[in-house]
């Protein structure tokens, strides 16, 4: 077999570090994203090993489903139904959404993350992704430059305690 990293993957054990790698499902346009992202991946990975551990048993879902509901989202986004692979059925993303915080939230509140993820997760349902937020200036604005500058607004650093440095103010 080739390159392992050539082969289409979401989740894998890494080759070269004791860490378990994520294809990240849009670029994070703020701090606040990255971090949002990062604790729900966190979270899932914890409340999955926690699983592992007391034995609770796996949910059975067919590949095709998954396939299925892996095109959706990636076709629609959260701007339209969802798959609950679960359920087997459409659910509104916000929904799903909703259902999967919970999920996660004893490890979300074990990580001191809930407050944080809880009020930003609704945040970025509501103004969209980074991508759906571009294409919106972009429609209203029909500039390039307009699209460019809010990318740069998005991702300096202005006034977060997270992202400054002990030697600024």
Known sequence: MGNPTTIYWDIRLSDNFPTIEFRVT?????VEEAFTITGLIRALVWTCYQEIVNDVPLVNVR??????????????????????VVNKIPISATDLVEKFL?????????????????????????QGNGAQRQLKIYQENKSFQDVVDYIVAQTKPVNNPITQSPNQG
């Open 26 to 30: 849009d670029i994070c346009m703020s």
């Open 63 to 84: 590949p095709e489903l998954l396939k299925a509901a892996h095109w959706n989202a990636a076709r629609y986004g959260l701007t339209n139904n969802l798959i609950d």
């Open 102 to 126: 919970n999920y996660l939230r004893p490890a979300l509140e074990k990580f001191g993350d809930w407050q944080n993820i809880s009020t930003s997760v609704p945040k970025i349902l509501e």
